[in-house]
């Protein structure tokens, strides 16, 4: 659970860093600005990092708590 | 009478059917009518969740605020998916703590982890004033999208009154489940309207997202990107952070969890709702859209930006259905405001008071001050009154004060006492109400910090004096009492 905690802080440096290292439009990503492009993939991994985070917490293993 | 008045009185008819409905086979008892009876099982409970991300203000506030301002904007999605990121930790204990005790509103948690009736009164009066210009903030989008979208046909006084009058009834009759019932028809149509409208505005008009954001760039060279001062890159570190912490401290998002039927429910939307939350960018969409296309927009009319894009577009017909979706996202979270602040002020302060009150009167007292609450609301409404612009700017500072205390009482030994939390949190919020009144930044306060530190939220100062002061009456008072343990 110590990992899936610092997995989850993950996302808190991953979308600020962006747009504080690189306050450029371009190079644009999928067809947005930087920023925009930036903080739309880390909503995409946040989803991904929170299914890891789920799968290996074994308080998903029982419905009922 | 024109097709877009048709789907707009349409949809304000299934608004009341569904939300009378809801209440088919069930007694509603207090906690009936406040948290379902702690039945639903994810997608209600999704849905009352991610509820807080499609309320007017997004549907008319973000397309606006994307028109008007630009880049800062982004931040709307990003602070939203990292409080998502929080509730998979935070909800699960605060769920199992009120099932326990059988907590019906967010200051009840507050009266039993800190054994205080007083502490319960002082966070139920934070909310109300949080919760009363959040409910105004409803209306007034009601009355704007009904009289946008109907072409003038319908006076904003007109359907705020029946906007009012529908969730009043629905609310008193069927509770939380209304809310989640009319919910369900709410995301549908918000999104496919925004879908639509998102893609198809851009491409229509420009021939793409891309080609879209190419132009605006060329046209207003800085406009997709955070200024150097002000609006930041600092600005919108420090308010996503600030803003993430006090997306799940407002009384209706834990009045939500508390509907849950197990703790696991928060954990697998924590995966979905950040995704969920994308639906915002085809928001954003139609404001950026909107810049070269309907220029000159400016103050409070920038909120217009969405609807006078749609109606130089689109026929009346089509007005309607984007008109009837906006209807959606003020009544629902109209009604969920509603019930939370009727609960809070009838459990939490008249309750409170006499403590020898069965369930059923609570419920009873409970139910009748669902007109109280709207009507206060439609006064300040119609009365627009200026006041209750700042109050609503207050009320995410104000409530994001509750929680270190919250944090606080999850620890396995709270080490805040309880007037250490009283303290704190009046602390907290006086200093939010004086920030937000006197429009200061850190930098006019304090000119002499590098650039990057000025342009920090301003409600970072509230939260630290908060912190401060917990921290020095906890030292000198003894800690909560130890009987209340989770």
Known sequence: MVFARWLAALPFIGFLIGPIV????????????????????WVVITAIIMWIVYSIDPRNKSEDE | MNGALLVIILAAAVALGLGLMARRGHDMGLEQWTVAGRGFGWLFVFLLLAGEIYTTFTFLGASGFSYGLGAPVYYILAYGTLAYIISYFLLPPVWSYAKKHHLVSQPDFFVYKYNSRSLGALVSI???????????????????????????????DVAIWAGALIVIVYVMVSGIRGSAWTAVVKDILILLVVLWLGLYLPTHLYGGVGAMFEKIDAAKPGFLIFPAKGMSVWWFASTVLLTALGFFMWPQSIAAAYTAKNAGVFRRNAIFLPLYQLILLFVFFVGFAAVLAVPGLKGGDTNLALFKLATQQFSPLTVGIIGAAGVFTALVPGSVITMTAATVLSKNLIVAMKPDISDDQTALIAKWSVPVIMLIAVYFTLSGNQTIVSLLLMGYSFVTQLFPVLVASLMKRNPVSTPAAMAGIVVGVLVAAYLTFTHA??????????????????????????????????????????????
């Not at chain 1, 306050?23 to 925009?36: A, C, D, R, T, V």
């Not at chain 2, 009601?142 to 979208?149: E, F, K, P, S």
């Not at chain 2, 409600?459 to 343990?485: C, F, H, K, M, Y």
């Open chain 1, 22 to 41: 690189h306050n450029q439009s371009h190079p644009f990503i999928l067809g947005m600005p930087f920023p925009l492009g930036w903080v739309t993939c």
């Open chain 2, 126 to 156: 934070v909310d109300l004033v949080a919760l009363i210009p959040y409910l105004v903030l409803q209306l007034t989008g009601l009355g704007i999208i009904v009289d946008a979208a109907g072409y003038g046909a319908i006076s904003k």
């Open chain 2, 441 to 486: 930044s850190v930098g006019g306060l304090m000119p002499w910090l590098p650039q990057m530190i000025q342009d920090f939220n301003v409600g970072i100062i509230a939260l630290i004096a908060n912190v401060v002061v917990l921290v020095v009456v906890s030292a000198i008072t003894r800690p909560a009492a130890e009987s209340q343990e989770a």
